[in-house]
C-alpha cells in the first residue's frame, strides 16, 4: 500500500509506543468478554467448589464449612447410583443410534440432487426446534388421549388397548430416545457430511481402481478416513447425553418411579425440589464436571491415538 | 444447500469439493424406486410430528378448548392463560433479544481484538472462554443463581440475557475470530494509516466483511434463548416473567390430572414458528455455524 510506505521508516521508541498504545486498545475490545467470562463463568465456578464444601441451604444461604459433609450424602443419596447406572444406559443407547443413523443419513442425502436437497432439509428441521418444544410436542403426540400413536399401533394390530408409552420404565426410555433421535439425527448427519466431504475424491476412486466393491472401500477408505469427525460426534453426543435434562423433565419427570432419573434432574431436585440443598447439589455438579472433564480428555486421547496409527 | 453454503464462507480454508453426481450407471426407474420410497419415508418420519403438532393445534379435540369444528380456541386458551400468551412472548423476545445485543457486542469487539491485536493474557482469555464449554450448564447454574441474587440480578430478564450470552459466548467468540482472521490485514491496515481510529476502521471497513460471521452468531444465539428452559426454570422464580418455553411447560403441569393438549400443541406452534421461519430463510448461516463447530474439534 502506498500510504503504509509513505509512513515508514518509524524510529524505535515509536514502535514500541504504537505497539503499546495497541495493546491497550486490545484489552479495551476484549474487556466486555473479560467481564462476562470472569463475573459470570471463573467466579461461578470457584463459588460452587466453595458451595461443596459448605452447609448450603437454599433459603438460608451459607451455614459455613461442613466438608466433606456434601460429598459423603451426594454419593450415598439413595437414587445416585440409580441415576448414574441410568443416565450411562441412556448415554450409551443414544450415542449409539444417533451416530449410526447421523452417518447412515449422511451417506443417504450426500448427492446433490434437488430430492436430496429436500431430505436433507426435512431430517435438518427438527434441528432448529428447541430441546424443551421438541419434548412439548411428543408429549402429546405419545398422549393416549390426543397422540395419533396409539390408535395407528391399534389399527395395525400391535397393541391391544391404548398405549402408554411414558407409562412404564422401559417404553418410557425408548420413547425419549425416539424424541431425541428425531430432534438431533440430522445435526450428527450434518456434521458427518462435511466429514465425508473433506475426503478427497481421488482416494476413493484410486480403491475403486484397484478393485475394492463399494462396501469394500466404505470399510477401508472412508471409515478411516472419517476417524475425526466420527470423534467429535461421539465426544459431542457422549457429553450432551451425559448432561440430559430438559428431555427427561418434560417427558416423564423422572418416572415412572424414579426410572428415569438422570444425573442433572437428581441435581436439580436435590436443589429446587423437596431437599432443597444447595451443597449436596453443588457436590454433585462437582462430581458430575470432574467425570465430564475426564471423560473429555480419554476421548480426545483415543482419537490422537487412533490418528497415529 | 451444503453446496451453497460454502462458496460464501469466509472462514472455511478447507477443501471443499462437490458431491459428484450419481455413481450408478444403471440408475433406472425400477433401481430407484427402493431409494424413493426409503427416503420419502425417512422426510415423512421427520416432518410429520411438525405438521401433526401444527394440525392439531386447531383440530378438535376432548378436553380441550376446541371439543368440536375447526378453529383457533386452543390459541385463544394461551392467550388467556395466566398472564397471558402476549406477556410470555414480550418475555421471550425481550431475553432473545438481549441475548443476540450482548452477544454480538461481546463477541464482535472479542474477536476484533483476539484476531487483530496483540496483548498480555490474550491466549489466557481465549482459552478461558472456550473452556465454558466444558463445563455443564447445571453446575454453573446453582452459583449462578445465587450470584445473581446477591447482585439483585435475580429473577429478572437482564440477569437471564446475561447467564445465556455467556453460554454462546465459546462458540460467537471463535466464530468471530475465525471470520476477523479470514479479512485480509492489508484492508484494515490501510485505513490505520490513513488515519482512522481503530474502533472506526472495525465499524466502516471490517464489519461490513464479516456480515456473514454476524448473522450467523445472531442467529445461533436467538435460537439458543428462544428455546433454553433450564436457566429461567433455574432462575426466574416470577410466573409472570417466564419466557415461552416454560410457561408452555408449567401450563402442562397446572390443571392436576387432566393436561390441556390443544392449548400445549397451540404453545409449541408459537414457539416452534419462528425457529422453523428462521432456519428455511438462513439455511446456509445455519449449516456454516454447524460447520465452524465441526472445524474446532
Known amino acids: 500500500m502506498p500510504a503504509k510506505t509513505s509512513a515508514r521508516p518509524p524510529t524505535r521508541p515509536a514502535v514500541v509506543a504504537v505497539a503499546?498504545?495497541?495493546?491497550?486498545?486490545?484489552?479495551?475490545?476484549?474487556?466486555?468478554?473479560?467481564?462476562?467470562?470472569?463475573?459470570?463463568?471463573?467466579?461461578?465456578?470457584?463459588?460452587?467448589?466453595?458451595?461443596?464444601?459448605?452447609?448450603?441451604?437454599?433459603?438460608?444461604?451459607?451455614?459455613?464449612?461442613?466438608?466433606?459433609?456434601?460429598?459423603?450424602?451426594?454419593?450415598?443419596?439413595?437414587?445416585?447410583?440409580?441415576?448414574?447406572?441410568?443416565?450411562?444406559k441412556y448415554t450409551v443407547i443414544a450415542t449409539v443410534l444417533l451416530i449410526g443413523l447421523g452417518l447412515g443419513l449422511a451417506l443417504l442425502v450426500q448427492e446433490s440432487s434437488r430430492w436430496s436437497a429436500v431430505l436433507r432439509t426435512s431430517i435438518l428441521v427438527p434441528s432448529a426446534l428447541g430441546l424443551a418444544s421438541a419434548s412439548l410436542l411428543f408429549y402429546a403426540l405419545y398422549s393416549p388421549q390426543v397422540g395419533p400413536l396409539s390408535p395407528l399401533l391399534q389399527r395395525l394390530g400391535l397393541a391391544d388397548g391404548p398405549v402408554s408409552f411414558l407409562g412404564s420404565p422401559d417404553s418410557a426410555l425408548w420413547s425419549t430416545v425416539f424424541l431425541v433421535v428425531w430432534r438431533f439425527a440430522g445435526f450428527y448427519m450434518l456434521l458427518l457430511m462435511v466429514g465425508l466431504q473433506g475426503i478427497p475424491h481421488e482416494v476413493i476412486e484410486a480403491a475403486r481402481m484397484d478393485g475394492a466393491n463399494r462396501w469394500q472401500s466404505f470399510a477401508h477408505v472412508t471409515l478411516p478416513l472419517l476417524r475425526p469427525s466420527l470423534a467429535l460426534c461421539t465426544v459431542l453426543c457422549v457429553t450432551g447425553s451425559l448432561l440430559a435434562f430438559d428431555q427427561f423433565y418434560i417427558l416423564t419427570k423422572g418416572g415412572p418411579d424414579n426410572s428415569t432419573l438422570t444425573v442433572v434432574q437428581l441435581i436439580y431436585n436435590v436443589a429446587f425440589q423437596g431437599q432443597n440443598d444447595l451443597g449436596i447439589a453443588a457436590a454433585l455438579s462437582i462430581v458430575v464436571l470432574v467425570v465430564l472433564v475426564v471423560v473429555n480428555v480419554a476421548q480426545m486421547r483415543a482419537m490422537r491415538a487412533g490418528q497415529e496409527d | 444447500m451444503t453446496t451453497t453454503a460454502l462458496p460464501a464462507a469466509p472462514a472455511r480454508p478447507q477443501a471443499r469439493r462437490r458431491?459428484?453426481?450419481?455413481?450408478?450407471?444403471?440408475?433406472?426407474?425400477?433401481?430407484?424406486?427402493?431409494?424413493?420410497?426409503l427416503t420419502g419415508g425417512l422426510a415423512l418420519v421427520f416432518v410429520f410430528p411438525l405438521i401433526w403438532a401444527g394440525v392439531a393445534s386447531v383440530a378438535p379435540q376432548p378436553g380441550s378448548s376446541q371439543v368440536d369444528g375447526w378453529g383457533l380456541g386452543n390459541y385463544a386458551t394461551l392467550m388467556e392463560y395466566q398472564a397471558g400468551l402476549p406477556q410470555y412472548l414480550l418475555n421471550s423476545t425481550l431475553v432473545s433479544g438481549m441475548t443476540v445485543l450482548f452477544t454480538l457486542v461481546a463477541s464482535v469487539l472479542g474477536g476484533y481484538a483476539f484476531s487483530r491485536f496483540k496483548f498480555p493474557g490474550r491466549n489466557v482469555l481465549f482459552l478461558l472462554t472456550l473452556a465454558i464449554l466444558m463445563v455443564p450448564y447445571a453446575t454453573l447454574l446453582i452459583p449462578l443463581y445465587v450470584m445473581l441474587n446477591a447482585i439483585g440480578l435475580q429473577n429478572t430478564l437482564v440477569g437471564l440475557a446475561l447467564v445465556l450470552t455467556v453460554f454462546q459466548l465459546p462458540f460467537a467468540t471463535f466464530?468471530?475470530?475465525?471470520?476477523?482472521?479470514?479479512?485480509?490485514?492489508?484492508?484494515?491496515?490501510?485505513?490505520?494509516?490513513?488515519?482512522?481510529?481503530?474502533?472506526?476502521?472495525?465499524?466502516?471497513?471490517?464489519?461490513?466483511?464479516?456480515?456473514?460471521?454476524?448473522?450467523?452468531?445472531?442467529?445461533?444465539?436467538?435460537?439458543?434463548?428462544w428455546n433454553d428452559f433450564v436457566a429461567p426454570l433455574i432462575l426466574i422464580s416470577d410466573s409472570t416473567k417466564v419466557p415461552l418455553p416454560l410457561a408452555v411447560a408449567n401450563l402442562r403441569a397446572q390443571v392436576m390430572g387432566i393436561v390441556d393438549y390443544g392449548a400445549t400443541e397451540a404453545g409449541v406452534v408459537v414457539m416452534a414458528l419462528p425457529c422453523v421461519v428462521l432456519f428455511l430463510l438462513l439455511q446456509r448461516h445455519y449449516v456454516r455455524g454447524f460447520m465452524s463447530g465441526a472445524l474446532k474439534g
Open chain 2, 19 to 37: 458431491p459428484r453426481a450419481p455413481r450408478s450407471r444403471l440408475a433406472g426407474v425400477a433401481l430407484r424406486t427402493p431409494y424413493w420410497v
Open chain 1, 20 to 88: 503499546r498504545r495497541r495493546a491497550l486498545h486490545g484489552w479495551g475490545y476484549a474487556a466486555p468478554t473479560a467481564l462476562l467470562v470472569v463475573g459470570l463463568f471463573v467466579l461461578p465456578v470457584l463459588l460452587v467448589g466453595q458451595m461443596s464444601l459448605s452447609d448450603w441451604p437454599l433459603l438460608s444461604g451459607n451455614q459455613g464449612l461442613n466438608a466433606p459433609q456434601n460429598y459423603v450424602d451426594a454419593l450415598t443419596h439413595r437414587f445416585f447410583w440409580d441415576s448414574v447406572v441410568f443416565t450411562l
Open chain 2, 175 to 225: 466464530m468471530m475470530r475465525i471470520s476477523f482472521d479470514a479479512v485480509p490485514r492489508e484492508l484494515d491496515e490501510a485505513a490505520l494509516v490513513d488515519g482512522c481510529s481503530s474502533f472506526r476502521a472495525l465499524r466502516t471497513v471490517l464489519l461490513p466483511a464479516v456480515k456473514p460471521g454476524v448473522i450467523t452468531v445472531g442467529l445461533f444465539a436467538f435460537l439458543a434463548a
